[in-house]
T-cell receptor, first 115, second 116 residues
Framework: NAGVTQTPKFQVLKTGQSMTLQCAQD?????MSWYRQDPGMGLRLIHY???????DQGEVPNGYNVSRSTTEDFPLRLLSAAPSQTSVYFC??????????????FGNGTRLTVT | AQSVTQLGSHVSVSEGALVLLRCNYS??????LFWYVQYPNQGLQLLLK??????LVKGINGFEAEFKKSETSFHLTKPSAHMSDAAEYFC??????????????FGQGTILTVHP
């Protein structure tokens, strides 16, 4: 059981480049989300999905785009990278059945540097 | 809206001493509360959670937390610190109702240092 898998683990981009961070889960979880982690700020929600075809914005959505075409995959796209997007990105999933009492299952993160 | 405040961005204790990491939350509905631990260069691992029922919650690695509704607190404790407890700890609250499930709000994190 792989859980939540994120790729790549590390990435360096130049300002203005675009890229996609991949996230896949094999637990058939309905809810998936993307967080960014910055020192002293904890984790902040970027985008969120409650199921295939449904996405919603989180606290810090600007500069990011998501789609959810399948239950398993939830990619995060950076349209035009900026130095302010240098961060560690975590994907997470959780099942709907427990109505919020289930914890999030996290991937191991992607460390992104934008120069 | 909900929020989480962790008091103290850095906590330092001696090995064998009590660990106390403070967390206060704000929520307009009964909350689900979580503590996660993050070891260097790793993802987040669940320590424990409070949903309903018993207010004293026991987790992994000897940690426990007490939910105090009157104080809107969910402090994390461990009677005797080990060197292996050195990590960053995050308190989080879950939204309630509809599509809020799974949208955790995190505190700023507390880095725990354990001295020999």
């Amino acid at each position: 059981n792989a859980g939540v898998t994120q790729t790549p683990k590390f990435q360096v981009l130049k300002t203005g480049q675009s890229m996609t961070l991949q996230c896949a889960q094999d637990m058939n979880h309905e809810y998936m989300s993307w967080y960014r982690q910055d020192p002293g700020m904890g984790l902040r929600l970027i985008h969120y999905s409650v199921g295939a075809g449904i996405t919603d914005q989180g606290e810090v959505p600007n500069g990011y785009n998501v789609s959810r075409s399948t239950t398993e995959d939830f990619p995060l796209r950076l349209l035009s990278a900026a130095p302010s997007q240098t961060s560690v990105y975590f994907c997470a999933s959780t099942p709907r059945r427990d109505r919020g009492s289930s914890p999030l299952h996290f991937g191991n993160g992607t460390r992104l540097t934008v120069t | 809206a909900q929020s989480v405040t962790q008091l103290g961005s850095h906590v330092s204790v001696s090995e064998g001493a009590l660990v106390l990491l403070r967390c206060n939350y704000s929520s307009s509905v009964p909350p689900y509360l979580f503590w996660y631990v993050q070891y260097p260069n790793q993802g987040l691992q669940l320590l424990l959670k409070y949903t309903t029922g018993a207010t004293l919650v026991k987790g992994i690695n000897g940690f426990e937390a007490e939910f105090k509704k009157s104080e809107t607190s969910f402090h994390l404790t461990k009677p005797s610190a080990h060197m292996s407890d050195a990590a960053e700890y995050f308190c989080a609250v879950n939204g309630a109702g509809g599509t809020s499930y799974g949208k955790l709000t995190f505190g700023q994190g507390t880095i725990l240092t354990v001295h020999p």
